[in-house]
């Protein structure tokens, strides 16, 4: 071993720290001596950051750069404690703007007004704030959305309380609180607003007086507390019809977009530097595209008119089932006319690496929308893709739209990748990009599952589909109880016998497997060791499913 | 290689575009190679200390001596540690230029692995089989193609198949008459070392790295193994990775590539600093460059591609960047200019500054451009009006006689090596000083430890009074000398953006560099989202402060709302709110079809919502029914 020759130099931001042999024997002064070359040290260094700063934050040139002066804090710091109904409130500020002057009426509704406390004691956490913010919705809040909050819908009325999302948590110390609040209500809101301490514009001015300390502590407020306290009020006690997507896509369309012609004028900006794009791609570099706005039509406009003539492989990344392999598969076989398959993605990758190597005649432009996709972000798949553009004659070029989608890439992925950067916002709606999406809106989420729900139950026997009626007639009934387990094996095995679906309890578990490979049914493990049946659908599609089948029998 | 065209399209004048982009090509293919030139000289110290390693670890196995068995008693590998530094992805250069050397000298059994190829030993000792027969195939030429396409797949990857493949490959080398055109194995050694490269040392999985040494321990008798391993932090992760009873069986020896900042800065001497390309990057340019480099990856390679992307930019964007390129052809170039182009300097803003005549000023600018950068190397300072360029001045008035003539000799010879009719006059003049130096001394009988003792005191006399005394013969002669310097200084050191045509080879554009090399997407999305007007320039989304307007497009008002919410956000309050914002901006138009208004509202904040989701800032939440969950905070 021959450690004690290693010399080790450690470089930090551009400044040496050297250690040498004679450091473990180094006396206390010389230590100190060290520390203040340290702090000398870091004093250039703060220095340098201040050039840093002043290089980088140039400002842009050009009208389509971003607003580089924003400094990074400004743009997503930690959570801050957030007060319940601070969303309406900031609605009823931007809804009234000077020119549109939709002056409250104070004399039409004085009864309404006078409901109003009752419905804003939803955020009971904070008394002071809630006091200000009454005195602000009074003078604010335009008609109609104080119609809303004073004469909620009577089917609203019972949930209007803010609650929290874990319930059981609640202390008592909090709903004392709650009580308090309650009383106070009672008085008159004139009076209240006039006993109201510091208004909370002041508050705020001096939030930022004493920023830093304040930062630390509401870091500390915020994550406290798991609760979080929102409205009960659910989508479906709005009595909206759903949306299907269809319906969704037709209401769509017929709404004007908002600022076309200016939308226009930025997307002519971005087409102007197609030829470059293209010379870039042929010197080497790899394209990404980001910036706010679809940049689907941008990409689509950049294939048909630069691409006609040349073999070019457009991957729709945001299309929910896409994978590399599907990307790779599609090179093999349709660009370079292999057929046969491959043991692994990187046994692929390595012909496909051989083959453009041989034929220095071969040119391949790829295309990706949404290269931080779902399917696509994971490391394997962005190892293989950059590994891929990095190949000579592969031209890539990419949008990205997550705003967390250059986290994917590392180093070394990134020397591969070997991107440009392009600012392409565009403002255009990511209308084929959600399409897909079915999680969040229970408005498609539900008639994609309802439809999806048919399609299987469809290629199933009829006892396998009476077996399912009688699961979801079970816990429809028992839709009231909250903490309703699901249906146990056993008596889901006693009716399924009553009703004649099966003779034994292995047919029954056979068909239970098959429901579960289709994830329509979900099993769970009670505390008592029984088996309970569940099925991972909400009531309304269920109810709709129920329905559906009644008329197809 | 393809069409010049495409260089074509953003200046109409197209008549030159064509001669624009060859002379980009060709300047790129120089600079180029000229980097790959400069890397291979910085890590020829390091590749002659691996290969001397290499060849003695294995010389004794070759001899077979003594004490390759005494050491083979404690089952050690002779393993190189290899640190490199954090900047990954310029190891690559390295390693191939490693595989390159030890292929020509040593061995032709290199194995390269990386860390993402080998999770676990069977993929380890795969990957090393195939890589290794695969280089055999390589020497034996391609007789025998199928017999070794099989085996990869056919042999079983294991300590002893290898060890059999190695006696086999051996034996037949040893056998082999030299009529048989092997030119490879003349330069090897009869029974050639297998060099196992991890290239990332770092990343491999502790089982992985232990199982191989453990069991190449046992063989090491058979099969003269030598490691080596690419390390980017510091040597001490391997006795972290590895425990006592592992790193007992190496004997490590340490090697230290250069540090990348070293490296920077040759290239920078290599590529900017000197006269031999034309092309040269603005000071703001190159700030940023550099603080890319020190700010986000040390990565030289990087630098090498900001670079590229600058030129590139350059004769992309500036038609007369024509004019940019070796002083032999620029009067040639300037001679074939046509009427437009001419219009085009015209048009340079720093021409009409300029009181010189385009053409006389035209030749004569490389040359200083030269000298600045000559100086700046020299005196590492740019313009006479900084505190810098005071301070140094003044402490070279305080210099000894010693050092000054030594530094004026170094600048005649600098002078004298960029051979430019302009700086005749200088060198003549400096020349005149030191033969006055010379005199100096020789009239001045005063022995040098007696002169800087004086000098001393003269200084502190200087400081109580500065006109009590004469100054004496020297201390005239030096003012005199350093006052020349300062001239000259002022006389080439003008600042690049001061000069007469400094567009046609300065590339300034630092914001478009920027942009494309150190994206900032959050800021982008954050500005569109917060600040529409910026994009769209319509009048009624100008908001003052930091507010917005209420007509602003759908998904801006919809991220303005989501701040005000704390984790989850109720979507039914989201939609009240959105409803309401978006009815009080359009006109009030009659309640009739107020059904189907609130069906489109509804609609836009659908598509509004599930747009936000999409770019990450809010994700369905299961926790309570119609609720979505932040995922950002502030930024209010």
Redo the contacts between chains.
């Keep these: 071993?021959?450690?004690q020759?290693?010399?080790?130099?450690?470089?930090i931001?551009?400044t040496?720290v050297r250690k040498d042999k004679a450091q473990l024997s180094v006396s206390v002064k010389r230590f100190v001596k060290k520390l203040e070359n340290i702090s000398d040290n870091e004093a250039q260094e703060v220095l340098?950051e201040k050039?840093?700063v002043a290089?980088?934050g140039?400002?842009?040139?050009?009208p389509?750069?971003?607003?580089?002066n924003?400094s990074g804090?400004?743009?997503?710091?930690?959570?801050?404690?957030?007060r319940?109904?601070?969303?309406?409130?900031?609605?009823?500020e931007?809804?009234?703007?000077p020119e549109?002057n939709?002056a409250p009426d104070h004399s039409k509704c004085p009864e309404k007004m006078a409901k109003t406390p009752q419905n804003s004691k939803r955020s009971s956490s904070d008394k002071v704030q809630q006091k200000s913010k009454k005195k602000e919705f009074v003078s604010t809040t335009?008609y109609?959305?104080r119609k809303?909050l004073a004469a909620p819908d009577p089917y609203l009325e019972s949930e209007s309380e803010y609650s929290a999302?874990c319930s059981e948590e609640e202390d008592e110390d909090e709903q004392k609180e709650v009580s308090t609040v309650l009383s106070d209500q009672k008085t008159p809101a004139k009076t209240k607003a006039a006993s109201t301490p510091p208004p909370r514009n002041s508050l705020a001015k001096k939030n930022k007086e004493q920023k830093m300390g304040n930062l630390v502590e509401e870091y500390f407020e915020?994550h406290s507390s798991s609760k979080?306290?929102?409205?009960?009020?659910?989508?479906?006690?709005?009595r909206?019809?759903r949306?299907s997507q269809q319906?969704?896509h037709d209401?769509?369309k017929?709404?004007p977009l908002?600022?076309a012609a200016?939308?226009r004028?930025?997307n002519q900006q971005h087409e102007?530097l197609f030829?470059?794009w293209?010379?870039?791609l042929?010197?080497?570099?790899n394209i990404v595209l980001?910036?706010?706005?679809s940049k689907r039509d941008l990409l689509e406009k950049f294939r048909t008119s630069l691409l006609q003539d040349s073999v070019h492989l457009v991957v729709n990344g945001?299309f929910p089932s896409i994978t590399v392999r599907s990307i790779l598969n599609s090179i093999t076989e349709e660009v370079l006319d292999h057929i046969g398959t491959f043991r692994s993605p990187?046994d692929q990758l390595e012909f496909i690496t051989k083959r453009f190597k041989e034929d220095s005649s071969l040119e391949l432009y790829v295309l990706i929308h949404n290269l931080d996709s779902q399917m696509l972000r994971g490391e394997r798949s962005q190892?293989i893709l950059a590994q891929l553009s990095s190949l000579p004659s592969i031209y890539l070029i990419a949008s990205?739209?997550?705003?967390?989608?250059?986290l994917m890439w590392d180093?070394?992925k990134?020397?591969l990748y070997?991107w440009?950067?392009?600012?392409t916002?565009t403002?255009n709606?990511?209308v084929e990009?959600?399409s897909y999406?079915n999680?969040?809106?229970?408005?498609?989420s539900g008639s994609l599952a309802l439809s999806s729900l048919m399609h299987v139950l469809h290629s199933l026997t009829l006892n396998a589909r009476g077996i399912f009626r009688l699961l979801a007639q079970h816990q429809l009934e028992k839709k009231d109880n909250p903490s309703y387990p699901g249906l146990s094996f056993q008596d889901f095995y006693q009716q399924c016998r009553e009703a004649f679906l099966v003779n034994s309890d292995l047919t029954l578990r056979a068909q239970l497997t098959e429901f579960r490979d289709h994830k329509l049914i979900r099993t769970k493990r009670g505390a008592d060791g029984v088996e309970y049946l569940l099925i991972p659908v909400?009531d309304t599609t269920l109810t709709d499913f129920l329905e559906k089948e009644d008329e197809d029998v | 290689?393809?069409p010049a065209p495409?260089?074509?399209?953003?200046s109409n004048d197209s008549e030159d575009t064509e001669l624009r982009f060859v002379t980009c090509q060709s300047l790129w293919n120089q600079i180029k190679s000229e980097t790959e030139q400069i890397q291979e000289n910085l890590n020829k110290q390091l590749l002659e200390n691996l290969v001397s390693f290499l060849s003695r670890s294995h010389s004794d196995f070759q001899e077979k001596t003594t004490e390759w068995t005494f050491k083979m008693k404690f089952r050690e590998i002779p393993t190189a540690a290899l640190?490199l530094?954090?900047?990954?992805?310029d190891h690559d250069l390295t390693f191939r230029g490693l595989s390159d050397v030890l292929q020509d000298n040593i061995t032709p059994y290199v194995a390269m692995l990386e860390a993402?190829?080998c999770p676990g030993i069977k993929n380890l000792m795969q990957k090393l089989m195939g890589q290794l027969m695969n280089c055999d195939l390589d020497v034996d030429s391609l007789e025998d193609e199928d017999c070794v396409q099989v085996s990869q797949n056919r042999v079983r990857c294991s300590m002893p198949s290898l060890i059999s493949w190695y006696d086999s490959v051996t034996k037949k080398t040893d056998s082999e008459t030299p009529s048989k055109k092997r030119n490879s194995s003349s330069r090897h050694w009869q029974s050639p070392p297998v060099v196992v490269v991890f290239k990332d040392m770092e990343s491999f999985t502790t089982k992985v790295l232990q199982d191989f040494i453990v069991i190449s321990s046992q063989h090491i008798h058979e099969l003269p193994l030598v490691l080596i391993f690419g390390i980017a932090t510091?040597?001490m992760i391997i006795h972290r990775l590895l425990p006592h009873s592992v790193s007992s069986l190496l004997?490590?020896?340490?090697f230290?590539s250069i540090?990348?900042?070293e490296h920077l800065s040759t290239i920078i001497d290599k590529l900017l600093l000197t006269s031999q390309f034309p092309f040269k990057l603005g000071e703001?340019v190159l700030?940023?460059l550099i603080?890319i480099f020190?700010?986000h990856?040390?990565?030289v390679?990087?630098f090498i591609?900001g670079f590229?992307?600058c030129i590139?930019e350059h004769f992309?964007s500036q038609p007369l960047s024509v004019l940019c390129c070796h002083l032999v052809d620029i009067k040639k170039r300037v001679y074939s200019l046509s009427h437009d182009q001419c219009e085009n300097i015209r048009r340079l803003p720093s021409f009409r500054r300029c009181l010189h005549v385009f053409t006389s000023s035209l030749p004569k600018y490389p040359l200083g451009k030269q000298i600045r950068e000559l100086h700046c190397a020299c005196l590492e300072n740019r313009v006479w009006e900084t505190e810098e360029y005071e301070s140094s001045l003044q402490l070279a008035r305080m210099l000894n006689k010693t050092d000054l003539v030594t530094m004026l000799q170094q600048c005649v010879e600098i002078l004298m090596s960029s051979s430019g009719k302009e700086f005749d006059r200088a060198v003549e003049k400096l020349k005149e000083f030191l033969t006055q130096f010379q005199n100096l001394e020789e009239n001045n009988c005063l022995p040098c430890s007696l002169m800087h003792h004086f000098f001393l005191k003269t200084l502190l006399e200087l400081k109580e009074s500065r006109r009590s005394k004469k100054l004496t013969k020297f201390e005239m002669l030096r003012f005199e000398v350093v006052d020349y310097i300062d001239s000259l200084v002022r006389r080439y050191l003008v600042p690049a953006d001061e000069r007469t045509l400094h567009e046609v080879v300065y590339f300034n554009?630092?914001?478009?560099l920027?942009?494309?090399?150190?994206?900032?997407?959050?800021?982008?999305?954050?500005?569109?989202?917060n600040?529409?007007h910026?994009?769209?320039?319509?009048q009624a989304?100008r908001c003052d402060g930091g507010g917005?307007?209420?007509?602003a497009?759908?998904?801006c008002?919809v991220y303005?709302?989501?701040l005000?919410?704390?984790?989850?956000?109720?979507?039914?309050?989201?939609?009240?709110?959105?409803s309401?914002?978006v009815?009080?901006?359009e006109e009030p138009n009659d309640a009739a079809s107020s059904d189907q208004v609130d069906?489109?509202i509804?609609?836009?904040f659908?598509?509004a919502?599930?747009?936000l989701?999409?770019?990450?800032?809010?994700?369905?939440s299961k926790?309570?029914?119609?609720?979505?969950a932040r995922l950002?905070?502030?930024?209010c």
Excluded at chain 1, 282 to 285: E, I, Y
Excluded at chain 2, 515 to 526: E, Q
């Design positions: 071993m021959k450690w020759e290693v010399k080790a130099s450690v470089t931001l551009g040496k340098e050039n840093y290089a980088l140039i400002c842009a040139q050009d389509v750069g971003n607003g580089s924003i804090g400004e743009v997503y710091s930690f959570q801050t404690p957030k319940s109904n601070k969303m309406a409130e900031l609605a009823s931007l809804a009234q703007t549109q939709v335009p109609r959305l809303r999302s915020a979080v306290l929102t409205s009960d009020r659910t989508l479906q006690k709005l909206k019809r949306l319906t969704l209401l769509l017929n709404a908002a600022y200016e939308i004028d930025l102007s030829s470059k293209m010379l870039q042929h010197l080497g570099f980001y910036g706010l706005g945001y990187l190892q990205i739209d997550h705003i967390n989608a250059p180093h070394a990134l020397s070997n440009l950067w392009y600012e916002t403002f709606p990511y990009e959600t999406e999680s969040l809106l229970v408005q498609h909400d | 290689m393809f495409d260089f074509r399209c953003t640190v530094g954090v900047n990954v992805t993402k190829d510091s040597p004997c490590i020896e340490l230290q540090s990348c900042k703001k700030q940023v603080n020190l700010y990856d040390f990565s390679q990087n591609k590229q992307l590139v992309y554009g630092a914001a478009v920027r942009g494309h090399l150190n994206a900032a997407p959050r800021t982008a999305l954050h500005t569109a989202l600040n529409p910026w994009y769209l320039k319509n989304l917005i307007s209420n007509k497009p759908d998904i008002i303005k709302l989501h005000e919410c704390g984790r989850l956000i109720n979507l039914v309050d989201w939609l009240e709110a959105f309401t914002v009815m009080a901006a069906d489109v509804h609609a836009r659908i598509r919502v599930s747009e989701e999409l770019l990450g800032f809010i994700k369905p926790q309570k029914t119609d609720h979505v950002t905070w502030g930024g």
